[in-house]
C-alpha cells in the first residue's frame, strides 16, 4: 500500500480505521481473555518445575513475560481466530507440568488430605487488576495495525467488544481494592461533616494528578495533531477526566451512605441513570451525529457516562466487600472435608473460604447474566448505561473466578509437595547437627517458602504497584510509535515485533520502579 500524501491525510485515515465498528459476541470477548488466565497458570507451574535450580531474577522475569504476555499479544491480534487452540495447547502443558511437580516428590495419594491457605495477600486480585492494565495496553497501539481485528475495536452506538471493556474494569479493579471495600465498622467514628472533609482532601488530593493528567493529555494531543476518536469520550474529554470525576462523586457519597449499603447505592444509581436517559431523551441526544458547538455537546460521552460508572464504582465496592469478609477470621472457620475416590484412589481434599468464593462469584455472574438477559438491556459503552455496567460486572467475576481457580489449584499443588520437601531437607538437616532448634525451625519455614510454587508473577506485582504510571507510560509510547511509524501501512511481522517490545518497555519500567521500591502515586 501506497503511504498518505499527508500528514492530515493520513489522521483523518486513522480516526477512520477505529471509528464506525460493531463490535462482536460477549462469549468471543470473554474467550479472548482466557489465554491470559491460562498464562498465569503456565507461568507458575513452569517456574515451579524449574525452582529447584538456581535462576536469576532477570531470566525468570522473561519467562514470565513469553508465557504470558506474549500469547496475549498474539491472541488479540494474529491468533484471534485459533485462541480455542491455544487454550488448548496451554493447558495441556500446564498439566503437564502439575503432574511432573507431584511425580517428583514422590506424593502419596491414597488419603491425600490438604488444607488451603486462606490468609495473607490474594494473588487472584493482583493478577486481574495487572491483566487490566496489560490488555488495555496492548490494544490501545494494536488498534492502530491491520493484525488487529475490527470486531475488538471500540463499538460506535451498542455491541461488546473487547476495547470497549478498558475502563469499565478499570473502575471495578479500583473499587475492588478501595478503603470503602475493607471497611467492616458498624459506626462512624466522625461526624458527617468530619468525614467529608477527610474524604474531600484525600480526593482533591488524588483528583488533582489525574486532572493534570487528562487536560495534559488534551493540550498535547491538540498541539500535535494526533488522531482523537471523538465519540470515545467526546472533544475535550478523556480516561483520566472520567477516573477522577468518578472519583469526586464516590468520596461525596461515601461521605453520605456507609459503604455496607454500597450495593444497594450502585443499583439505585443504575437504575437513576437509565431511567433519565431513557425518559429525558438523553440516549438519542448522546448517540446522534449533532453538532459539537459548546462544552456540554462536544463532551457528551463523558458527561452523560460519569452517572453510570459512579454506579458500577459502588458494585464493585460490594464485590470487593464480599471477597475481603470471606477471608475475614479464617482462621477461627470450621472447613469441610471433601473425599472423591477414582480408579481406587481416594483423594481427600479439605474445602476452605477460596473455594465456596469461587463458586459464589460464578453464581454472581450468571444471575447477572440472567438479569441481564430477562431485562434486555442494550450494552453501549457511550452511554455506561444500566447494559454496559451488567456486562462488566459479568466479565469480572468470571475472570476473578477463574483466577481463583487457578489460585486454588497451585495452592492444593503446594499444600502436597511442601511437606515431602520439608520431610527430606529436615532430614539432612538433622544429620548435619549444625543448627539448633531456634536455627531449625526458622529453616523450616524458608524451605517451606522455597519449595511452593509463588502464586504471582513479578512482573503482575510490578505492574499493579504502579498501575496507573504503567498506563501513562502505555498511552506516551503508544503515541511516540504512532508518531514515528505509519501504522496503518505496517507489515504484520513488524506490526508484532513492535507490539511485543512496546510491552517489554512497559513492564520494564514498572519492573524498574517495583524493584527501586518507587511508588508513583498519580
Known amino acids: 500500500m501506497t503511504p498518505p500524501a499527508s500528514k492530515e491525510q493520513y489522521r483523518l485515515e486513522q480516526e477512520a480505521f477505529v471509528s464506525n465498528h460493531g463490535g462482536t459476541t460477549p462469549q468471543e470477548v470473554v474467550f479472548t481473555l482466557l489465554p491470559a488466565v491460562c498464562g498465569v497458570l503456565l507461568a507458575t507451574t513452569t517456574l515451579g518445575i524449574l525452582r529447584r535450580y538456581t535462576i536469576h531474577a532477570n531470566p525468570r522475569v522473561v519467562l514470565e513475560f513469553v508465557l504470558t504476555v506474549i500469547p496475549t499479544v498474539l491472541c488479540c491480534t494474529v491468533l484471534s481466530g485459533h485462541i480455542g487452540s491455544v487454550c488448548v495447547i496451554m493447558i495441556s502443558v500446564s498439566l503437564l507440568n502439575i503432574m511432573l511437580l507431584l511425580s517428583s516428590k514422590g506424593i502419596n495419594f491414597p488419603g491425600l488430605t490438604m488444607r488451603l491457605p486462606v490468609i495473607g495477600k490474594r494473588p487472584f486480585i493482583t493478577n486481574f487488576r495487572a491483566l487490566t492494565n496489560i490488555i488495555t495496553a496492548i490494544c490501545i497501539l494494536a488498534v492502530d495495525f491491520p493484525i488487529f481485528p475490527r470486531r475488538f475495536a471500540k463499538t460506535e452506538v451498542y455491541g461488546y467488544s473487547l476495547m470497549d471493556t478498558g475502563v469499565g474494569l478499570f473502575v471495578l479493579a479500583n473499587a475492588l481494592v478501595a478503603p470503602e471495600a475493607r471497611d467492616f465498622s458498624t459506626y462512624r467514628q466522625t461526624g458527617f461533616s468530619e468525614t467529608l472533609v477527610r474524604n474531600m482532601k484525600g480526593c482533591l488530593r488524588s483528583c488533582a494528578p489525574l486532572l493534570a493528567l487528562g487536560f495534559g493529555r488534551f493540550a498535547m494531543v491538540e498541539y500535535v495533531g494526533y488522531q482523537k476518536h471523538v465519540t470515545e469520550y467526546g472533544v475535550h474529554w478523556n480516561f483520566f477526566i472520567t477516573l477522577a470525576i468518578v472519583k469526586l462523586f464516590t468520596s461525596m457519597i461515601t461521605s453520605t451512605i456507609s459503604s455496607k449499603y454500597s450495593l444497594l447505592s450502585g443499583i439505585w444509581i443504575l437504575w437513576m441513570h437509565e431511567y433519565t436517559m431513557s425518559t429525558k431523551g438523553l440516549k438519542t441526544w448522546v448517540l446522534r451525529d449533532g453538532p459539537r458547538d459548546d462544552f456540554f ?226
Open 297 to 522: 455537546s462536544a463532551n457528551r460521552e463523558g458527561l452523560i457516562s460519569v452517572p453510570g460508572y459512579v454506579g458500577l464504582y459502588f458494585v464493585g465496592v460490594a464485590i470487593g466487600r464480599l471477597i475481603h469478609s470471606t477471608y475475614q477470621n479464617s482462621h477461627t472457620r470450621s472447613s469441610t472435608d471433601i473425599s472423591v475416590k477414582l480408579n481406587g484412589f481416594e483423594f481427600g481434599v479439605r474445602s476452605n473460604e477460596s473455594m465456596l468464593l469461587c463458586i459464589k462469584l460464578f453464581l454472581i455472574s450468571a444471575q447477572t447474566y440472567i438479569v441481564m438477559l430477562f431485562c434486555d438491556f442494550k450494552v453501549s459503552r457511550r452511554l455506561a448505561n444500566a447494559g454496559y455496567c451488567m456486562w462488566i460486572v459479568i466479565l469480572t467475576t468470571t475472570l476473578l473466578g477463574f483466577l481463583l481457580f487457578v489460585e486454588i489449584v497451585l495452592d492444593v499443588i503446594n499444600s502436597a509437595i511442601s511437606e515431602p520437601c520439608i520431610e527430606s531437607k529436615t532430614e539432612r538437616l538433622r544429620k548435619s547437627l549444625r543448627l539448633n532448634l531456634k536455627k531449625h525451625v526458622e529453616s523450616k519455614t524458608e524451605e517451606n517458602d522455597e519449595c511452593a510454587i509463588k502464586r504471582s508473577l513479578e512482573i503482575f506485582d510490578a505492574v499493579n504497584y504502579n498501575g496507573l504510571f504503567f498506563f501513562l507510560v502505555s498511552n506516551v509510547v503508544t503515541g511516540l510509535v504512532n508518531m514515528s511509524v505509519y501504522t496503518l501501512y505496517t507489515k504484520q511481522s513488524v506490526a508484532l515485533l513492535i507490539l511485543i517490545i512496546y510491552m517489554a518497555v512497559n513492564i520494564l519500567s514498572a519492573l524498574i520502579l517495583y524493584r527501586l521500591k518507587i511508588s508513583i502515586k498519580l
